[in-house]
Nanobody, 122 residues
Framework: VQLVESGGGSVLAGGSLRISCAASGSTFSTYRMGWFRQGPGKEREGVASMGSIAGTQYADSVKGRFTISRDNAKNILFLQMNSLKPEDTGVYYC??????????????????WGQGTQVTVS
């Protein structure tokens, strides 16, 4: 599967942004999907995930502010980000693994990655 992120940009602290990930292929609904980010000088970290069957998982740092969702009919994954903080700045990556029933925030539980989209909060 190929993943292409979009919707990144610059926003003031306290603002909102929605980023998207378009996936190729016809079996999108069978994939575990996740959002990861990598800030300047930091390791890549899991932000939000949604299993192919059920369940969502969020990093503690974004709980209550970010919402992951998917449109299986259009093969699109979304991340709605509200109350953004400067520490949310980074490159946001979409990731996928076929057959992942539940969510996961571990980079090791994904096989496909997008090229990333930059989010800057100032």
């Amino acid at each position: 599967v190929q993943l292409v992120e979009s919707g990144g940009g610059s926003v003031l602290a306290g603002g909102s942004l929605r980023i998207s990930c378009a996936a190729s292929g016809s079996t999108f609904s069978t994939y575990r999907m996740g959002w990861f980010r990598q800030g300047p000088g930091k390791e890549r970290e899991g932000v939000a995930s949604m299993g192919s069957i059920a369940g969502t998982q969020y990093a503690d740092s974004v709980k209550g502010r970010f919402t992951i969702s998917r449109d299986n009919a259009k093969n699109i994954l979304f991340l709605q980000m509200n109350s953004l903080k400067p520490e949310d700045t980074g490159v946001y990556y979409c990731a996928a693994r076929q057959g992942g029933a539940g969510p996961s925030l571990s980079i090791w539980n994904y096989d496909y990655w997008g090229q990333g989209t930059q989010v800057t909060v100032s």
